[in-house]
């Protein structure tokens, strides 16, 4: 699985973004999709995460009420709405898969594939 993100960029305290995370293969329903992000001079952190069939999400307390995680399995991507978007959550964001879903924070060891990272910087 080869997982491609895009929409990051620089955004005003207070506004959106929404992230994009296309994947290649035939089995992207197969796998648990989830967002990580890694600030400067921080370990990269769990953000996100959805099920294969979208029916189960699960969100780190920061984010919660600004951010939705969704999927599209017909066109094998996976998305990040990120509203109310606030300075601290400026960093580099990473989509990853995970064979098995955990209803829970991901850690880096239940990551199968990683995607190359998006930058969203938030200004005051």
């Known amino acids: 699985v080869q997982l491609q993100a895009s929409g990051g960029g620089l955004v005003q305290a207070g506004g959106c973004l929404r992230l994009?995370?296309?994947?290649?293969?035939?089995?992207?329903?197969?796998?648990?999709m989830g967002w990580f992000r890694q600030a400067p001079g921080k370990e990269r952190e769990f953000v996100a995460a959805?099920?294969?069939?979208?029916?189960?999400?699960y969100y780190v307390d920061g984010v919660k009420g600004r951010f939705t995680i969704s999927r599209d399995n017909a066109k094998n991507t996976v998305y990040l709405q990120m509203n109310s978007l606030k300075p601290e959550d400026t960093a580099v964001y990473y989509c990853a898969a995970a064979r098995v879903w955990h209803a829970t924070i991901w850690s880096r060891r239940d990551i199968d594939y990683w995607g190359k990272g998006t930058q969203v910087t938030v200004s005051s």
């Open positions: 959805i099920s294969g069939s979208g029916g189960s999400t």
């Open positions: 994009s995370c296309a994947a290649s293969g035939r089995t992207f329903s197969r796998y648990g």
